[in-house]
């Protein structure tokens, strides 16, 4: 049986004018055309040759030489080439574009981006790319706990988190709890670079957006003070705010920001009132 998706070694049973038709081995009554214009010098029948199985523009499965940017069980990042009333429709390196129905996009997707995808077999035994890619990620990478990594955000969960593919391989996940401050702004499609936190007993790994806690104390302390100084010298709200207006106004959950502002109260670089932060003038 001829494997849509991925490499095979078949067998040269029968040459024609526009080719040779391909089969598992001699007898078999399955058979499979390889274009003329990808037949190698040299090759005669009863030979092996590797090919890449698909379906043509006519639906039939036909064999190609080419060497497409994307197998069954792979996961590969591909460009829009085409947008059309069902679909979009990638360039994979074949003649004939793969494509992306509107129920397998994670977003909405446009001519011209680069979008991370894996193959399946539709109802009608064609291939199709999707954008849920997380079966076909793999749980095996080197990194460890606080190696630092990129990865694509492919589906944001409102229980799980953000899925992330790193270096759009790997399988990992900025758990829910996790996405605060900046993290809340994470977008489904976008690289990011984060720490790995965890690697969970199954392999996959568990990110952390947002630095160590000393590391990050310190670069939102920076945050404040610029803040601080654009307020001339005064911030209408201290940490006593709530943590809508926190948020809103630095991009910090209110732990991040209270554990900033000890900080700087304790290096003496600001005074706290009730419903104020200045700079200490003494």
């Known amino acids: 049986m001829f494997k849509l998706g991925e490499f095979q070694k078949l067998t040269v049973v029968k040459r024609v004018e526009f080719g040779v038709y391909l089969a598992e081995k001699k007898g078999d009554e399955d058979k499979i055309l390889l274009p003329g214009k990808q037949v190698p010098e040299g090759l005669n029948t009863g030979d ?5 199985v698909y379906k043509d523009s006519e639906d039939r499965p036909i064999a190609t030489t080419y060497k497409p940017l994307l197998t069954m069980g792979q996961v590969a990042r591909l460009k829009v080439s085409q947008i059309t009333k069902v679909g979009a429709f990638l360039n994979w390196g074949l003649d004939k574009d793969l494509f992306l129905p509107f129920k397998e996009q994670t977003f909405k997707v446009s001519e011209g981006d680069e979008v991370l995808v894996s193959l399946y077999l539709d109802k009608s035994s064609r291939l199709c790319a999707t954008m849920n890619v997380y079966e076909n990620l793999r749980n095996d990478s080197t ?26 391989i790997y399988s990992a996940l900025v758990p829910r709890k996790a996405m605060f401050g900046a993290a809340e702004k994470i977008k489904i499609g976008e690289k990011l670079t984060a720490r790995v936190a965890k690697v969970m007993p199954d392999g996959r790994l568990e990110l952390a957006v947002r630095d160590k806690g000393y590391i ?10 610029e803040l601080i100084s654009k307020a001339k010298g005064r ?10 207006l926190i948020f809103e106004k630095t991009g910090m959950s209110k732990a991040q920001f209270k554990r900033a502002v000890g900080k700087l109260l304790k290096e003496g670089h600001i005074n706290i009132g009730p419903d104020y932060i200045e700079l200490r003038r003494d």
Do not use: C, H
Not at 216 to 225: A, C, F, L, P, T
Not at 235 to 244: G, R
């Open 48 to 52: 092996e040759i590797e090919v890449f």
């Open 143 to 168: 990194y460890r706990k606080d190696n630092t990594v990129t990865g694509t955000v492919y589906q944001i969960s409102n229980n799980f988190g953000a899925f992330v593919a790193v270096d759009d």
């Open 216 to 225: 990050q104390r310190n670069e939102d302390s920076e945050v404040i003070m």
């Open 235 to 244: 911030l209408p709200f201290s940490d006593k705010a709530s943590p809508e």
